[in-house]
């Protein structure tokens, strides 16, 4: 009897601690997600709303319609340019960091080390230090206020991040894999076509990942090279659209949520790979 | 046969190198650089070109128009250091944002890594919660934090007005005295989430039955974490430094979205305070020497960490 009883003691104490350290973490959890929560609610409420009971009570009423006003209103161009941006840049992007990255990693030749090297060095560059020679460039192409002009720069810009990743995943594939379909005639393209690429797979899914969200989040760049409004960004074009409609908090939030919600469904499907990925990159 | 295990197993170069020049296999060493070339190409247009283009035009008065550039060797570095007195606030801006970066993210996210090893039920969820923030973009960070800190609606004041705090708000990003902190808040909530996922990544290297030793010696947690997985860590700490340090002195957008460097220029960085010298006053030479400036501060976090990065070989 008394044994049970303190069975059960040590088990209600047990389940006290739990539930202690689930209500602390749910809490911190909560706090931390404010900003989102607060977003959302002020992108579900009407402006009349938002003024008279502020940021954080429960809407009134929900108001779709803010999203197809914020749509309407000029985020839909941003939208577009975003997404054209970021379609042809990664593609493009990756298939030249894989070749660089495979030519590093399995091409044995003298100077791998010192060329990787000077890859690496564009990590740190600021970009500060690269847009005077570059306003100037692209105004000698023509290429001021163009998406082909901005893609360029964000081709060039995520080239030492993709061979960072590419070559920490192109190491881990067995060297004598590649040279036993050397020894078999393979050409060099057909053995980084055929076995390569395949085996990297999962490295490329990462990159593809984790290169579209900072595709799709990059402001300087499109700032500077970027003019006419309908050729902005969505992060660009949101902060314009914060200084046009610097009070209609409603239509700002459900702008910003609309920037937002692709990056979160990438986000939820494709989790795991944010992790392979910046594993790759410190490998 | 022997040769091929030998470089199955060894990654030696040499012995292929000898290979191909025996065979006066031009292709193989040809081939590389045709695989290099794109990237290479695009890389040095793009980023390296304009990074000593820009060392160089730092050298030199020019409006960014006119068709002559005037050399003036060192003058604009003398210029900025002794006559711009936001030059002098943009710096201490960025060594406060420094600090806080590598104090607070680094600290936060190892503090969360350790909490969401322990694989509890649902500790998957919390990671996607306390990760989100660094998936968005800094400039939708600055908007939604412009928001809380809004004067009369903002949730910040609104939840000190709530908790008896009135004589805590503020008028947070147009006190010039302050208005860099909330920034620098604002900042940190985007930037726990790469160094939590780093060192999570790092606790999967360690190797239990370490730990599990150390708890068999009777070593508490504490003591567990300071003398087994800290040091196991070092690497992963070194990294993630090195990082935060980097991200903190690229920091741009957000400051542009909240407050665009005021009130004041009060809370201009090198790298806004050099879009402005650049692209509104049109003093091109001093532009680019701050570019220049930011670049060198970089240097000192950015060695240790290409050191480590090129070390693995």
């Given amino acids: ?283 | 046969m022997s040769t091929l295990q030998e470089t199955a197993t060894t990654k030696s170069a040499p012995v292929l190198r000898v290979k191909a020049r025996k065979s006066g296999d031009d292709y193989l060493r040809l081939s590389p650089w045709l695989f290099l070339a794109p990237a290479l190409a695009i890389y040095t247009i793009v980023v390296v070109y304009p990074m000593v283009y820009s060392a160089y035009l730092s050298l030199f008065r020019w409006d960014g128009v006119a068709p002559t550039m005037v050399f003036v060797g060192l003058r604009n570095y003398i210029n900025l250091v002794t006559q711009n007195d936001v030059f002098w606030i943009a710096l201490k801006n960025n060594a406060v944002w420094l600090i806080a970066a590598l104090l607070l993210p680094t600290s936060i996210g190892l503090g969360l890594a350790l909490l969401l090893n322990m694989k509890f039920r649902g500790s998957a969820i919390f990671r996607s919660i306390f990760y989100f923030p660094a998936v968005l973009s800094l400039a939708v960070v600055g908007l939604i934090w412009t928001w809380i800190y809004q004067p009369d609606l903002g949730l910040l004041n609104q939840a000190l007005g709530a908790f008896g705090l009135k004589g805590l708000q503020r008028n947070w990003l147009s006190d010039p005295l302050i208005a860099i902190y909330p920034v620098i808040l604002a900042a940190t909530w985007n930037a726990v989430g790469l160094p939590m996922l780093l060192f999570l990544a790092g606790l999967q290297t360690v190797p239990p039955e370490l730990l599990e030793a150390a708890k068999i010696d009777g070593a508490g947690a504490f003591r567990r974490f300071i003398h087994v997985t800290f040091p196991l860590l070092r690497e992963t700490t070194l990294i993630v430094l090195a990082i935060t340090a980097i991200n903190a002195l690229k920091a741009y957008d957000i400051v542009y979205a909240m407050t665009n460097g005021g009130p004041a220029n009060r809370t201009q960085l090198l790298s806004t305070w050099m879009y402005f010298l650049t692209y509104n006053y049109n003093t091109v030479g001093e532009g680019t020497a701050i570019a220049v400036i930011l670049f060198l501060l970089t240097l000192i976090f950015a060695i240790p960490y290409l050191r480590i990065m090129t070390r693995k070989v």
């Fill in chain 1, 1 to 283: 009897m008394s044994q049970s009883l303190q069975k059960s003691g040590v088990l209600s104490g047990r389940l006290t601690k739990t539930a202690l350290f689930y209500g602390a973490l749910i809490l911190v959890a909560l706090i931390w997600f404010t900003p989102v929560i607060t977003l959302i609610i002020t992108a579900l409420k009407d402006a009349g709303d938002f003024a008279v009971n502020g940021a954080f009570s429960i809407p009134k009423s929900i108001r779709w319609s803010n999203f197809s006003e914020a749509w309407d209103a000029g985020v839909k161009n941003y939208f577009w340019n975003s997404v054209i941006v970021t379609g042809v840049k990664v593609p493009i992007g990756i298939l030249i960091e894989a070749l660089a990255a495979f030519a590093l990693t399995h091409m044995h030749f003298r100077w791998a080390n010192k060329v990787f090297t000077y890859i690496l060095i564009g990590l740190i560059v600021p970009i500060q230090m690269t847009l005077v020679p570059l306003t100037l460039l692209l105004n000698s192409l023509n290429l001021i206020d163009t998406l082909h002009g901005l893609i360029l720069l964000y081709i060039g810009f995520g080239v030492p991040f993709g061979v960072l990743v590419m070559r920490g995943f192109f190491r881990t594939v067995p060297t004598a894999i590649i040279e036993a379909a050397r020894l078999d005639g393979c050409s060099w393209f057909r053995i980084f076509y055929r076995i390569a690429l395949p085996l990297a797979l999962p490295a490329v899914i990462s990159l593809c990942i984790l290169d579209g969200v900072a595709t799709w989040n990059e402001f300087i760049l499109a700032q500077i090279f970027l003019r006419s409004d309908e050729l902005r960004t969505l992060p660009l074009g949101l902060v314009q659209f914060s200084t046009q409609f610097s009070t209609q908090y409603d239509q700002l939030a459900a702008a910003v949520l609309i920037a937002v919600v692709p990056i979160v469904l990438v986000f939820l499907l494709f989790q795991r790979y944010f992790v392979s990925g910046m594993g790759g990159a410190v490998k």
